[in-house]
């Protein structure tokens, strides 16, 4: 994280979105929008103390998944990269009653700016990564888990924060009472293997959930039960890491947990069927840990739409080739990195993002991209100026140039992919697509169709 | 050249037995020489192979073979092969019609004459095609020497900075107010339980 604040060739485009992206491979155009951080980055010094003393501190920190409290001007965590603050308008008490500014008054380095306005920015880029992630599945989706029915029940990332030194336990595992747990039980393929939710296996839970058993082994005297369908510990060192919680005294129940009920002393039960032993066992725990999917980020189609890349029909995006091209996509120049592809682990997506680095750097360093010659082409003589064709492209290769009172259509060469579409609408045959014309296509029908029932004659043109 | 006479080659392959165990191979290579302007027509095991491309060469070099079909699999595999091929021996790449004699014969058929007939319409199609086809150009556009990673988790973090390392200016956006993504909410990583940040 620090190298890449720090390296010269980077600039960091933090609370920044990307709003619409044009051009083609070598030389797409991109405009981002950076939000009001309502702070001046180049006059903050990162002191802290504005989020210090922000009367507001009871806001849910998104960071710390709802566990820890922030405050409205806030640095979501102390590594942060960049750390300069931001300021929540929507739950701070400036942006909402208009009074307090408490942050402007005590800011040593005057850089609050309440007027602070989002900024576009227009780049040039010959090439795109879109790295852009995934989301942890929403186990309240699954009434069996009766997620919202205690705070004990908690799912992955929640248990990452509760067990990291910055989050809202200084990294102690505690139930929400603030004492060790005695018992834990974590399930797997929450989200995941189940035609209710997700068919695919998301890969990574059942390594996490081994990590996070464990872990509650190591910082805590609890008991730990894993409800398990199948253990995919394939990844180098993973089958021996497994070998080592099971030796670590955790015990291994293989079966889907079927339930999990809140008893009337706050208690939890969780009710499986274990299939060596072929009967339905239960298990009375303080904390359960639900092992959630990765599935893809709730905006993907939004931002597959941006960049005009494809997704898969589990949502997450489209490779242009399973084996062939992992990173390419079927829009030249656009690459895909990590989880937004498939859900992945660390090792795996650092692996990814560097196939992706590389296929950009390819392109990069190659300095020049050729242009195919077989596309769609208009005869200016012909064309009607009726425009048809331009709402049609769907890579919206066709503009309209004027010319004294009429003009005519023309088509970006570098844009256009030869799909045919505007050659078969244009009314006015002003069309051609080079490589594809009419008579090389009706010369390959005749050919097939000679001497059947259904010949044709021959056509000219 | 759209002006000159075409002189076609028609290169049908076997593909090991995946073409030449079901589909007649020489019966569609003896077909192919009486087609109009089809001045050699050739059967052998893998066109593909450098062998395979060496002769489709040589009878451009040496016959003056202008247009060139091959009787084979998918173009999606070897299209490109055989352009590159004939482009070696002078002859524009788009002069090259392929067409699939095994996905959309010997393949889907187990009946031998019937896929035979089937791959000497394709061929008879492939012929006709090829003798209107012009050559074409390429053309060639700079590159703007800059990426855009987009997404400051572990992947956006990594790509952005291997293509860094390489020399390139790198546009990182991520939509929250820093980067780290997931991967610094995570305490420890599997398998050897090292941080995350």
């Known amino acids: 994280m620090m190298d890449a604040g720090r390296h010269p060739n980077i600039e960091l485009l ?36 504005c989020q210090e003393k922000c009367p507001q501190k009871t806001i849910p920190s998104e960071f710390d998944q709802g566990m820890g409290k922030r405050s409205a001007i806030y640095v979501p965590f102390p590594q942060a990269i960049p750390r300069v603050p931001v300021i929540d308008t929507e739950r701070c008490t400036y942006f909402l009653t208009q009074k307090c500014r408490v942050c402007e008054k005590l800011c040593p380095a005057g850089a609050i700016d309440f007027e602070q306005e989002d900024e576009t920015l227009e780049l040039e880029v010959g090439a795109v990564i879109v790295a852009t992630g995934f989301a942890q ?29 910055t989050g809202p336990t200084e990294g102690e595992i505690l ?55 199948d253990i995919r510990a394939s990844g180098k060192g ?56 990765m599935v893809p980020q709730g905006d993907s189609g939004q931002v597959a739409s941006t960049f005009g890349i ?129 008579g090389q296509i009706y010369a390959e029908i005749v050919g097939l169709l000679h001497g059947s029932e259904h010949e044709v004659a021959e056509v000219t043109g | 050249m759209s002006e000159e006479t075409p002189r076609i080659g028609v290169y049908v392959c076997d593909c090991g037995i995946n073409i030449g165990a079901v589909v007649d191979v020489p019966a569609v290579v003896s077909f192919a020489s009486g087609l109009p302007a089809v001045a050699v027509a050739r059967e052998y095991k893998y066109v593909c192979s450098e062998p395979g491309q060496e002769m489709i060469r040589k009878d451009i070099k040496e016959s003056g073979i202008n247009r060139v079909v091959v009787a084979s699999c998918t173009p ?37 004459k019937a896929a035979t007939e089937k791959a000497k319409r394709l061929v008879r199609a492939a012929v006709a095609r090829v003798a209107l086809h012009e050559p074409l150009e390429s053309r060639t556009e700079k590159v703007t020497p800059a990426a855009m990673v987009v997404g400051g988790g572990i992947a956006g973090i990594q ?18 107010p820093t980067i780290g993504g997931h991967m610094a909410q995570l305490d420890k990583t599997f398998p050897t339980l090292d941080c995350s940040t």
């Not at chain 1, 992206?21 to 990162?46: D, M, P, W």
């Not at chain 2, 352009?83 to 095994?102: D, F, S």
């Open chain 1, 14 to 49: 933090t609370y920044s979105e990307v709003e619409e992206v044009s051009g083609y491979i070598g030389k797409f155009q991109v405009k981002v929008r950076k939000k009001a951080r309502h702070v001046n980055a180049e006059l903050c010094t990162e002191c802290g103390l």
């Open chain 1, 137 to 165: 599945f929403r186990a309240e989706e699954l009434p069996q888990y009766n997620r919202s029915l205690s705070p004990d029940i908690i799912d992955g990332l929640q248990f990452e924060r509760l067990s990291s030194t």
């Open chain 1, 175 to 229: 139930t929400s009472e603030g004492v060790p747990p005695k018992r834990v039980a974590i399930i797997h393929c929450v989200g995941a293997r189940d035609e209710h939710s997700n068919v695919y296996c998301s890969r990574v839970c059942c390594m996490y959930a081994l990590k996070h058993a464990h872990l509650v082994r190591d910082k805590t005297d609890a008991e730990v039960y894993e409800f398990y369908m």
């Open chain 1, 238 to 293: 993973y089958e021996e890491f497994y070998t080592r919680v099971q030796e670590e005294d955790v015990y291994f129940v293989r079966g889907r947990a079927a339930e999990v009920t809140v008893l009337e002393d706050g208690q939890l039960m969780v009710l499986a069927e274990d299939t060596i032993l072929g009967k339905p066992v239960s298990a009375k725990v303080d904390m359960v840990v639900l092992g959630s999917a």
């Open chain 1, 310 to 438: 494809g997704r898969s029909e589990d949502g997450f995006f489209l490779e242009a080739h399973p084996k062939l091209r992992p990173v390419e996509t079927n829009t030249d120049g656009v690459f895909l990195a990590g989880a937004c592809q498939s859900p992945r682990d660390v090792p795996d997506t650092v692996a990814h993002a560097d196939a992706a680095a590389g296929r950009c750097l390819s392109l990069l360093s190659r300095g020049e991209v050729t242009i195919s010659p077989t596309v769609a082409v208009v005869d200016e003589r012909l064309c009607s100026a009726c425009r048809v064709c331009i709402d049609l492209c769907p890579y919206t290769a066709i503009s309209f140039i004027s010319q004294d009172g009429s003009g005519t259509a023309r088509i970006n060469e570098a844009l256009c992919k030869g799909c045919g579409t505007c050659v078969a609408a244009c009314p006015a045959a002003a069309i051609k697509a080079r490589h594809f014309t009419d």
């Open chain 2, 76 to 112: 999606r595999m070897h299209e490109p092969t055989f352009q590159n091929a004939v482009a070696e021996a002078g002859l524009n790449p788009y002069c090259l019609q392929m067409t699939n004699i095994r996905e959309h014969a010997s393949w889907i058929s187990q009946d031998d």
């Open chain 2, 159 to 176: 790509a952005a900075l291997t293509t860094a390392d390489g020399g390139y200016k790198v546009y990182l956006v991520e939509r929250e």
